[in-house]
């Protein structure tokens, strides 16, 4: 499975942005899936994960009520809707497969990672 994230860019604070990670193959319907984050400097955090069937969803609590996460099986792509964006999410964000049908916050679960797209917040 081949992840490409893509949507970043340069967003005032306040601000919202959609980022999407693209699977190649089918075999993401199956999967639970996530978004870390990684800011200069600072290693990668948990952001959001996804069941997978979007029944279940969690975020780490400096999102919460902020971002969205969502996913499209049919299209094969996962989404992170973002508001009210603050300096400090900026970062590099990646979508990552998990090895199960659930979603985790530890980056040990996750066996597929995107390249990454770059979110600049600025003040």
């Known amino acids: 499975v081949q992840l490409q994230a893509s949507g970043g860019g340069l967003v005032q604070a306040g601000g919202s942005l959609k980022i999407s990670c693209t699977a190649s193959?089918?075999?993401?319907?199956?999967?639970?899936m996530g978004w870390f984050r990684q800011a200069p400097g600072k290693g990668r955090e948990f952001v959001a994960a996804?069941?997978?069937?979007?029944?279940?969803?969690f975020y780490t609590d400096s999102v919460k009520g902020r971002f969205t996460i969502s996913r499209d099986n049919a299209k094969s792509t996962l989404y992170l809707q973002m508001n009210s964006l603050k300096p400090e999410d900026t970062a590099v964000y990646y979508c990552?497969?998990?090895?199960?049908?659930?979603?985790?916050?530890?980056?040990?679960?996750?066996?597929?990672w995107g390249q990454g797209t770059l979110v600049t917040v600025s003040s």
């Open positions: 990552a497969a998990a090895r199960k049908s659930y979603g985790s916050r530890s980056v040990d679960d996750y066996k597929y």
């Open positions: 996804i069941s997978w069937n979007a029944g279940v969803t």
């Open positions: 193959r089918n075999t993401f319907s199956n999967n639970g």
